[in-house]
């Protein structure tokens, strides 16, 4: 007998969200596969790396649940006709080099109309900082976006600009005019949906299922910033921090080695939408909190917004430098205020019973 | 003389170019094209450093991560060792060793997947070793000709270091756990287990495939010597005549002993030392053992887009003036130089500061008793493809064996300190203080700088292993590591499969399970690569309408493990 509810486009994301990334692809693992092997008539994906450390690559390599090598021999995806899920074009792994590697992102263009999908890594520039084969890379985006019939955008600076696009703390511009995705391709004139998929690096279980959502035709739904729900609805310190109870009994971490709540310390968990503390990395070994903090990676405006990272949030309105009514979903921004200044009352307390939730 | 262009070189971090301009070369039996001189392009910008200005010094270990996504430990830990100094303590024992494991298992999978997925495939299309090739025909391929084998097993195993990296470190890329004299993250059994279950699986995959895998190819080494040489009538030695450099090898240590942190300081400190206490010395090895110290680094920026008045300054000095459309000038890399001479830095450079020319490493698995001893006469001392990959091989063994070696040691430290005494508490910051931190990315010799004023980073510095080795011509007109190590390449004007079968004539290669009967390996490749379009693999025309196979000097690229991220994040003043 079987108690799972069925595999559907409709519910694929929804059942995403309800159940986590990790159990989700635990559960469906051959209902995914068996969805992306029949609607996969070829999809063509071109993976570009623009202002990119390469760290959203080898995280995609890092992909457990279905792995890479499950992926690598069961799931032919692209014209590469590899039985692998390699791209046409990505610099990193791709065998050809030089003017035949330039010449796959060509017959990725000429692809079947409906199944392009491009991924873009790495923050967009100004003119002049960033060329492959004696072009800009603001003329590869544009002309990829153009004939895209799904654009993904992995990684904070993708998404949001992400380190690139951050300012020095002396009042000096950003170095090379860097933005996320979304801001360029609005510069540019291009009106298409960009599905963001934040973090850094990118995390390999969002990045697998998206594209899999992609494929079988589930569209994702997504919050302000262009995130999917199922993956970026949830607040890490309100709703999922193993660490929470801590910070309800105000035992906090004030120096290494010391076990409590790290709030005080900096962590970036009230201000942070991710479902990190219960996806875990590296098959799910650990996370961020767990042997340090949360730096709030997954947002827009990191780092600048949330650097210093070892200072405690103060008040949100102060970190983000927007209103409330601006912030991504999943905050009603009352009861944020509220979780702020507890904490605040919290840390000053050092501990003590005081209960003074302000809303 | 023509011109050919590789651009963009794949299976790299980041953007990189570069142009060769060759030369012709008659022999009895033809005439052949080699490269006369080459020049690397690194073709992106970001601006790192000034990103760092006026931030809390500490943002710095998170930040300089991000500089590169496939060796981002490295620039952590160099971050961290910075601040270490800055901040005039040092880390405890328990700290130490933590971070020698977080490091060692971060070794284990950045040499595999160089190895495995970067140079693997030319490597072994040379050698005609199907394993090491793509898994270009999937699983029927991998069970029929054991094609993509090990490449596919390394994907697998690359994953289980990076969960080691990630137990002590809570994600790979980019880990949270060190912290300016110490580490956040504390020893316990549980991470100690798990390190030893996974690392016994690498050391087993390490000693059992990698070895074996490098070994098949060094088999095959005098037999594409011989038929390379009788088809050019060159004097041609194999593997070993690509990609020398000058003889001149640098490293600044790896993997640091708390019974005597002193010597490692001392070095930071500026005096000339080996730290020969650390797995990996220092050493700036010009055909014999050199002391080193940071002190007799200089960079140079004749062809580099900076103001020629900032030339020849210690990284401690270095203010950068940006001249984008200077004459003559062709990187946004600068020229690092020694003593004003061109050093080659990576896995090659560690081993031979540490072990000379011979290798004799003796290992034993610390969880199943195995002892495996591993050999290597350096085959050409000024480097080379070959070399610089048995490096590779010899360091995943030795650091995967040692990590094993320090989580069993740091049981003894379950209770100790995680961070210095010194430390009251995560609100201390010094005022003002300066660090120079030197540790050793995979790919060689890395350098951060910190200048704190107020609390906060007044300048920062760093200086990368692929900057060193994928650097310009300098003021002396010396030409870089890289630039040098192309001069001479052969760029046959023969397709892959041609070459391949040239190399090995005989149809001995069951193909039946493809609807083909016995065929020869270039036509076997030519199979493969035919339906993905990749039949011009490594193929490019040059200014004078011939084409030519880069599959030789793009080898040798690649054997310096580009990084282009790291080279290239100067600051814009």
């Known amino acids: ?359 | 003389m023509a011109k050919v262009v590789m651009d963009p070189v794949t299976r790299i971090e980041g953007h990189l170019g570069v142009t060769m301009e060759t030369k012709d070369v008659t022999t009895s039996t033809g005439t052949w094209t080699v490269v006369d001189k080459a020049y690397s392009h690194t073709n992106l910008f970001r601006g790192w450093e000034i990103i760092l200005r006026g931030r809390d010094p500490r943002d710095a270990f998170f930040l300089t991560q991000r500089i590169c996504g496939v060796c981002p430990a490295p620039h952590g830990e160099t971050a961290i060792q910075a601040l270490d100094h800055a901040y005039g303590a040092v880390p405890p024992p328990t700290a130490i060793l933590i971070r020698n494991i977080l490091h060692g298992a971060y070794y284990v999978y950045d040499h595999m997947i160089h190895t495995y997925l970067l140079i693997g495939p030319e490597l072994g299309v040379l050698a005609k070793y199907p394993p090491m090739v793509p898994p270009a025909l999937g699983k029927d391929g991998i069970r029929a000709l054991g094609l993509g084998s090990s490449y596919a097993a390394c994907i697998e195993m690359q994953r289980k270091a990076n969960k080691v990296v990630a137990l002590w470190g809570g994600k790979f890329p980019h880990h949270t756990s060190e912290y300016p004299t110490g580490v956040t993250v504390k020893p316990t059994l549980d991470r100690i287990a798990n390190t030893l279950s996974n690392m016994t699986e690498l050391w087993d995959f390490a000693v059992n495939v990698m070895v074996p895998d490098l070994m098949a190819i060094v088999s095959k080494n005098d037999h594409i010597a011989e038929t390379v040489s009788s088809l050019l009538d060159i004097d041609f030695n194999g593997l070993q005549d690509l990609g020398p450099t000058y003889g001149n090898f640098l490293s600044y240590g790896l993997f640091p002993d708390y019974n005597d942190y002193d010597k490692w300081v001392a070095v930071q400190d500026g005096e000339e030392g080996y730290r020969d206490n650390a797995l990996i010395k220092a050493g700036a090895w010009d055909g014999d053992f050199k002391k080193f110290t940071h002190t007799k680094i200089k960079e140079y920026v004749k062809y580099s887009r900076y103001d020629d008045s900032i030339t020849g300054r210690h990284p401690s000095q270095g203010d950068v003036i940006v001249v984008k459309d200077k004459p003559g000038a062709y990187a946004w890399m600068k020229a690092p130089r020694y003593e004003d001479k061109v050093y080659e830095v990576g896995p090659l450079a560690r081993m031979i500061n540490t072990y000379g020319l011979n290798w004799k490493i003796d290992v034993t698995n610390p969880v199943t008793g195995e002892s495996f001893t591993f050999k290597w006469k350096v085959l050409n001392p000024k480097g080379s493809v070959i070399d610089r990959v048995a490096a590779r091989v010899a360091q995943t063994v030795l650091f995967a064996t040692k990590t094993m070696e320090w989580a069993i040691e740091l049981k003894q430290f379950l209770n100790g300190d995680i961070v210095s005494t010194k430390i009251p508490d995560y609100r201390y910051v010094p005022d003002n203080a300066e660090g120079i931190g030197l540790w050793d990315a995979p790919r060689g010799a890395l350098l951060h700088y910190t200048k704190i004023r107020g609390k906060k980073i007044e300048n920062y510095q760093c200086i990368v292993p692929s900057t060193w080795n994928l650097g310009p011509r300098d003021d002396m007109d010396q030409p870089g590591p890289v630039e040098k190590a192309l001069e001479g390449a052969w760029l046959p004007e023969l397709d892959v499969p041609t070459i391949a079968n040239a190399l090995y004539p005989d149809k001995d290669i069951d193909a039946s399970a493809f609807g083909l009967g016995m065929v020869s390996w270039g036509d076997a490749l030519a199979v493969a690569l035919k339906p993905l379009g990749l039949a011009p693999l490594n193929m490019e025309k040059s200014d004078n309408g011939k084409t030519y196979n880069t599959s030789l000097a793009i080898t040798v690229v690649r054997s310096f493990d580009p990084c282009i991220a790291c080279g290239v994040h100067f600051i814009i003043k």
């Open chain 1, 1 to 359: 007998m079987e108690f799972k509810p069925k595999l559907t486009r409709r519910n694929f994301m929804k059942l995403a969200a309800a159940m986590g990334a990790t159990a989700f692809l635990t559960t469906y693992k051959s209902d995914i596969v068996k969805a992306v092997n029949e609607a996969k008539d070829y999809w063509h994906i071109n993976w570009i790396n623009a202002a990119a450390c390469t760290g959203c690559t080898v995280s995609f390599a890092q992909a457990s649940e279905p792995d890479l090598v499950q992926i690598l021999t069961e799931i032919t995806v692209g014209n590469s006709g590899l039985p692998i899920a390699l791209p046409d074009y990505m610099e990193t792994v791709h065998p050809a080099s030089g003017s035949l590697a330039e010449s796959l992102k060509e017959r990725w263009k000429n692809g079947t109309p409906g199944k392009r999908v491009l991924i873009v890594e790495g923050a967009m520039q100004a003119e002049g900082f960033c060329t492959v084969a004696g072009k800009d890379m603001r003329e590869h985006v544009k002309e990829a976006a153009e004939v895209a019939d799904a654009i993904i955008a992995v990684g904070q600076c993708a998404t949001y600009g992400g380190i690139p696009a951050a300012k020095p703390q002396n009042g000096q511009p950003n170095p090379t005019g860097a933005m996320g995705l979304s801001d360029f391709l609005k510069e540019v004139g291009i009106d298409k949906t960009v599905i963001n998929i934040p973090l850094c690096p990118v995390h390999p279980d969002h990045l697998v299922l998206t594209i899999a959502a992609v494929m079988i035709g589930a569209t994702p739904e997504l919050d302000d910033y262009g995130r999917p729900k199922a993956f970026f609805g949830r607040n890490m310190h309100d709703e999922i921090c193993p660490y929470r109870p801590y910070y309800d009994r105000g035992v906090f971490t004030r120096k290494p080695g010391e076990e409590g709540c790290r709030y005080v310390m900096g962590c970036k968990g009230p201000i942070t939408w991710t479902d990190c503390a219960i996806r875990k990395w590296n098959d799910h070994v650990s996370y961020c909190v767990q042997t340090n903090m949360c730096i709030g990676c997954s947002e827009p405006g990191w780092p600048d917004k949330f650097s210093p990272f070892y200072k405690p949030v103060a008040s949100l309105p102060a970190v983000l430098g927007v209103d409330f009514g601006t912030l991504g979903q999943g905050l009603l921004g009352a009861a944020a205020a509220g979780i702020v200044i507890h904490g605040v009352k919290r840390a000053l307390t050092s501990g003590k019973k005081e209960e003074k939730k302000e809303e």
